[in-house]
């Protein structure tokens, strides 16, 4: 399997006042191809700060990340910004739509951006995958959290990124529309062979994921074996079979 | 291009209210621009038309034309490279002896009496001759009901004046201008046929060489600069205008930057996706000009259906070069009220945009 993107010996400081803060402590992370990992932790743990030193808008204090093998950390903004533009695909919490595009337009910006010709088959595709094909003339605000989202994959698969980050990608949904947007993401992860890295507060959503992180106080760890946590869970876990029969 | 046209299209009200407030603002500046230069014009239209460089009186004139008189010998006196022509100039009051009521008839103008040879009388009327109490009066008297062939009468005179021709663009200091010859000129300004050859300026057109020292010249935009209330007025409507425009480049600053704080998170979250500051910049740029060029184009539509309907009642001129100049101020002018937004744009951290 092919390593999409690592991070490498990567610290971060922060000062406040005059002491220094160490908010991530030295981290070694890999993902790879195919991979779906979801990243958990309580607020304030780091796990914003990883997030955005993996996507490049801000600088390891020590360190380095690799995107698709090649140096991403040390490039200056501009270059960081346009290898975002191409290689990683954004699905944010309030949705990643501007508002005053329709879901068609919202892919079509990629190609003037970038100046390239929108490619109609794929965007047929994407829709069709992602059930969001009568709703690619309206606007975000015409559409239901579910479908915001969806959408918002769409456009995060569109323009065929390597690596897709997905913050809280279900926070503002109910359980079987989350349910239903995160198996999405993991069958477009696998189909598509993207590396998904999901942050959530939702630990029911890690059902799907390969691999599980915790960070707790700047420290990254892979969580091994799913611990039985609670009742809740369990029934959980019933739902999701049930969601995915 | 396709981030701004597709938030006009989206935003159709909001952007429609920014626009409203251009069109108003640019219609009024336009406006204001037409009527003080149609008021500018209707001071000097007579004096263009000589095409002069330089205006000779006497010295003692105190810059007033009327109060200048010279004879002969300050012509000859004056000695220029290319021509001159004599001018006598004094205001008069005209009426209609055939009308009803003359007191209702009564127009204020002024009397150029001028050599029938001379390059001020209208250029188009050259086979007309000024003799006798023959006259060429501006246009502006046809609205009085005058035609060609009709006499008038002067107040504190009992001559009658022929209308022979009608000139146009021939107003002097807002008042219509009648052409008549220096004798009939002089008759009516020492109210008697046994005159003395005497009259009010030189034009030269070329330069001087030689001037008598009783005589003074100036050149010819010195000159009317001299013409009582012309510089003040000139100056009240340009401060307005220029007051106008840096209000409408404020007004549009303002609410672009608004928008633009409003789109903040919006912003961040495409910068965070990697979309440049150059693109996103640029959007508002671009916005920006869209809005002043909507607004500019209504306004200007506007002033020029104001213009055809109000031209004959106020003094309304059209002038390109001013349209031009003061539509290349407002683009210029809205575009550093954009420049604010769009250092705005610069300072959003796409950080924001991820996690909280």
Known sequence: ??????????????????????????????????????????????????????????????????????????????EKSKIRLESIGFILQASNLIPFLTIKEQMVLYNKIT???????????????????????????ELSGGERQRSAI?????????????????????????????????????????????????????????????IVDGVLSERTSVEPNNQTKTMNRENVSAVRS | ???????????????????????????????LTSLANGLASSYTNAIEQWDSNQIVLTLDANDNMMMSYMGQDAYDGTEIKGSKAKLGLFPAVINNPLAENILDSRVDAYFFGIDNDSF????????????????????????????????????????????IGFSSKTTYQTAPVIFMSLEAW????????????????????????????????????????????????????????????????????????????????????????????????????IQTFLLVAFGIFVGLALTSLTGMFLSDVIPFAVNIMFYSIITTAFFLFAFFGGLFSVNAVLKIDPLKAIGG
């Open chain 1, 1 to 78: 399997m092919k390593p999409l993107i690592e991070m490498i010996g990567v610290t971060k400081d922060f000062l406040q006042g005059d002491n220094v803060i160490r908010a991530l402590k030295e981290t070694n992370f890999i993902a790879y191809e195919s991979e779906l990992i979801g990243i958990v932790g309580p607020s304030g743990s780091g796990k914003s700060t990883f997030l955005t030193i993996l996507g490049g808008l801000q600088k390891p204090t020590t360190g380095r990340v690799l995107l698709n093998g090649k140096p991403f950390s040390e490039l200056d903004i501009k």
């Open chain 1, 115 to 141: 100046k390239s010709k929108v490619n109609q088959t794929w965007m047929n595709d994407l829709f069709q995958k992602l059930d969001v094909e009568k709703l690619k003339d309206k606007y975000p605000n």
């Open chain 1, 154 to 214: 769409a456009k995060a698969l569109y323009h065929q990124p390597s690596v897709i980050f997905a913050d809280e990608p279900t926070a503002s949904l109910d359980t079987n529309r989350a349910y239903e947007v995160v198996k999405l993401l993991a069958k477009e992860t696998k189909e598509q062979k993207k590396a998904t890295i999901m942050v959530t507060h939702d630990e029911r959503m890690l059902e799907f994921c390969d691999k599980v992180y915790v």
């Open chain 2, 1 to 31: 291009m396709f981030l701004a046209f597709k938030e006009l299209k989206y935003s159709k009200t909001k952007f429609a209210l920014i626009i409203a407030v251009v069109i108003l603002i640019s219609y009024l500046v336009y406006f």
């Open chain 2, 120 to 163: 001020i009388k209208p250029s188009e009327f050259s086979e007309l001759t000024l003799t006798g109490n023959k006259v060429i009066v501006d246009e502006e008297i046809k609205k009085e009901g005058y035609k060609i062939g009709d006499f008038f009468g002067v107040t504190g005179s009992t001559q009658q004046y022929e209308i």
């Open chain 2, 186 to 285: 002089q008759t009516y300004r020492y109210g008697s046929t046994n005159t003395p050859d005497l009259f009010s300026g030189i034009i030269v057109r070329g330069e001087i060489n030689n001037l008598p020292s009783s005589l003074i010249s100036y050149t010819t935009e010195d000159y009317i600069s001299t013409l009582p209330g012309y510089t003040a007025q000139v100056l009240t409507f340009s401060i307005m205008i220029i007051f106008l425009i840096l209000i409408t480049a404020f007004v549009l600053g303002i609410f672009i930057y608004v928008l633009t704080i409003q789109k903040t998170s919006m912003f961040g979250v495409m910068k965070a996706q990697g979309i440049s500051n150059g693109y996103i910049g640029a959007s508002v740029i």
